[in-house]
C-alpha cells in the first residue's frame, strides 16, 4: 500500500518541483526586470523596456505553470520528460544572460558612457548653455582648448555668443548673417578653416557674422532667425548645415530635448517650448532613446544593437565612416526632404524675404553619402530638388569635394579647411550676386 502511495506521489513531486523551478525563473525575470528599471540611467532609453519585458516573461512562466500542471494531471507519466525540458531552458536561460551580460560589457567598453566635456550630452554647462527657446545655444565670451582627434583645437566665441570675431553692426554696410550648424561652426577645425574668414576675405566691404550653433536641427536654426539674424538686419541669411538621412523635426537631437514642430494640415504648429534641462548628466542620459527611427550619441548597449539589427540594418553604425555619421547610406543615396521640413524652409523663407533679406541654403553632404552612394552629386541633386520646390535657392558642397573626400573632411566628420578653399569662390560669388547693388 505505501509502495503504491509512493508510486503515485512520485509524479506529484515532479510536478511541484517542476512549478516551483518555473516559478523561480519568474521570479528571477522579475527581479532582473526591476535592477533594469533602476538602472534606467545606465542603460538608457531601455531601462523600462526591460522592466516590461521581465514583467511579460513572469506572465507567459506562471501561465505555463499552470498549463504543465494540467498537462501532467492527465499525463503523470510525462512528469520527467517535462522535467529535464525544464532543467535544460534554466541552463539555456542562464547561458543567454550570461552571454548578454559579457557583451554589454564588452558593449559599454567600446561606447563609454558620456564624458564631462562632452556637451552634447552634459549638462551643458562648457560651449554650450541651455536654452528655453532654441534648446540650447553658444556660451558668450568662451575660451577653451578642445581636444579632437586631429589634435587640440582652440573654440571661443566672442561676446554675442558667436564663433566669430568681436564686431559691431555697421548700418552703413551690407550684411550676411551665417545660420546653422556644426558645419560653419568649424567643428573640429579651427576657426580659420571655416567658411566665414574665407567670406569675409572675398567679400570686402560686406559684413559676416557667423551664428552657427553645433547640434542643431533645422528646426533650430529656422527658428534661431528672429532670435539672433533679424537684429542685424542682414542682407542675406546663409543657411548652412550638414545634409544627413532621415533628420526630421523632433523633441530630442543628440539626447538632449528641444523645441519641434508637427504639421497638421499643411500648418506647421510648435511644441516643446519652453525647453527644460535637468542639470545632471544621469538625468539628461534618461532622455536617450530613439525618435522617429533617430539613433543619438552616447551609451550604446548590446540590446540597443540587438534590436536595431532586427529592426533596420541601415541603423547599424557603418565602420568604414566617421562615428558622426550614425546612420549608414546605401547606393542610392538619400531620402526626399519630408513635408515637416518642406514647411519648416518655406516658412524661414517667407520671413527672411519679409525682412527684406535673400535666403540661401548652403548644404554639405554627410561621409556617409561620400562613402556608399554610387553617385554622390546624383544623390545630392535628387534631394536638393526638394529646396527647389518650395522656392530655396541652394549651394551643394559635394562637386568640390566628391572626388577625393577623405582629405576634405576632419576627424569628426566635418568639412576642413580643404573643402571650404575648394569652394570659396563659387559660395562667395553666389552670395555676392544676392547682394543688394551698391549705389
Known amino acids: 500500500m505505501r509502495m503504491s502511495q509512493t508510486a503515485e506521489s512520485a509524479p506529484r513531486v515532479v510536478v511541484c518541483h517542476t512549478v516551483r523551478r518555473i516559478l523561480q525563473c519568474a521570479a528571477a525575470a522579475v527581479l532582473l526586470s526591476a535592477v533594469g528599471g533602476l538602472a534606467g540611467t545606465w542603460l538608457g532609453g531601455y531601462g523600462p523596456a526591460l522592466l516590461w519585458l521581465g514583467a511579460l516573461a513572469a506572465q507567459a512562466a506562471l501561465l505555463a505553470a499552470v498549463a504543465l500542471r494540467a498537462l501532467l494531471r492527465r499525463a503523470p507519466d510525462l512528469a520527467p520528460k517535462v522535467d529535464a525540458v525544464a532543467a535544460a531552458l534554466l541552463r539555456a536561460g542562464a547561458l543567454a544572460l550570461a552571454a548578454f551580460l559579457a557583451a554589454e560589457w564588452a558593449t559599454r567598453s567600446d561606447h563609454p558612457l558620456p564624458q564631462r566635456e562632452w556637451a552634447s550630452v552634459d549638462t551643458l554647462e562648457h560651449d554650450r548653455i541651455p536654452d528655453?527657446?532654441?534648446?540650447?545655444?553658444?556660451?558668450?565670451?568662451?575660451?577653451?582648448?578642445?581636444?579632437?582627434a586631429d589634435g587640440p583645437r582652440e573654440f571661443a566665441t566672442n561676446s554675442l555668443g558667436?564663433?566669430?570675431?568681436?564686431?559691431?553692426?555697421?548700418?552703413?554696410?551690407?550684411?550676411?548673417?551665417?545660420?546653422?550648424?556644426?558645419?560653419?561652426?568649424?567643428?573640429?577645425?579651427?576657426?580659420?578653416?571655416?567658411m566665414t574668414p574665407r567670406l569675409?576675405?572675398?567679400?570686402?566691404?560686406?559684413?559676416?557674422?557667423?551664428?552657427?550653433?553645433g547640434g542643431w536641427g533645422k528646426d533650430q536654426i529656422a527658428m534661431s532667425f528672429d532670435r539672433l539674424a533679424r537684429p542685424l538686419r542682414p542682407d542675406v541669411v546663409l543657411?548652412?548645415?550638414?545634409?544627413?538621412?532621415?533628420?526630421?523635426?523632433s523633441p530630442l537631437l543628440e539626447g538632449l530635448r528641444k523645441p519641434y514642430y508637427l504639421l497638421h494640415d499643411?500648418?506647421?504648429?510648435?511644441?516643446?517650448?519652453p525647453v527644460l534641462f535637468h542639470q545632471s548628466a544621469a538625468a539628461n542620459r534618461h532622455y536617450y532613446g530613439v525618435w522617429q527611427g533617430q539613433r543619438i550619441h552616447g551609451p550604446r548597449t548590446a540590446l540597443e544593437f540587438l534590436i536595431d539589427t532586427l529592426r533596420d540594418s541601415s541603423t547599424i553604425v557603418h565602420r568604414t565612416c566617421p562615428p558622426f555619421d550614425w546612420r549608414r547610406i546605401d547606393a542610392t543615396g538619400l531620402p526626399p526632404i519630408d513635408a515637416v521640413e518642406s514647411a519648416i524652409l518655406a516658412q524661414l523663407r517667407r520671413d527672411?524675404?519679409?525682412?527684406?533679406?535673400?535666403?540661401?541654403?548652403?548644404l554639405s553632404p554627410c561621409t556617409s553619402l561620400l562613402a556608399n552612394a554610387r553617385d554622390p552629386v546624383a544623390a545630392m541633386r535628387r534631394h536638393v530638388a526638394g529646396?527647389?520646390?518650395?522656392?530655396?535657392?541652394?549651394?551643394?558642397?559635394?562637386?568640390?569635394?566628391v572626388e577625393d573626400w577623405h582629405s576634405c573632411f576632419n576627424a569628426e566628420a566635418h568639412p576642413n579647411g580643404v573643402a571650404n578653399q575648394r569652394a570659396r569662390a563659387a559660395l562667395a560669388a553666389r552670395v555676392r550676386a544676392l547682394l543688394p547693388a551698391r549705389r
Do not use: K
Not at 576675405?201 to 557667423?210: I, R, S, T
Open 132 to 148: 528655453p527657446l532654441l534648446g540650447w545655444r553658444n556660451a558668450a565670451s568662451y575660451r577653451r582648448i578642445h581636444e579632437f
Open 162 to 194: 558667436f564663433r566669430d570675431i568681436e564686431q559691431q553692426r555697421d548700418p552703413t554696410r551690407p550684411c550676411v548673417v551665417i545660420l546653422g550648424d556644426s558645419y560653419p561652426l568649424a567643428w573640429g577645425s579651427g576657426v580659420e578653416d571655416g
Open 200 to 213: 569675409r576675405a572675398d567679400l570686402p566691404g560686406v559684413q559676416v557674422f557667423n551664428a552657427a550653433c
Open 239 to 249: 543657411m548652412a548645415y550638414l545634409v544627413l538621412p532621415n533628420e526630421t523635426s
Open 266 to 273: 499643411g500648418n506647421l504648429s510648435l511644441h516643446g517650448l
Open 352 to 362: 527672411v524675404e519679409a525682412s527684406g533679406a535673400r535666403l540661401l541654403l548652403a
Open 387 to 401: 529646396y527647389h520646390a518650395v522656392g530655396i535657392e541652394t549651394f551643394d558642397l559635394t562637386p568640390w569635394v
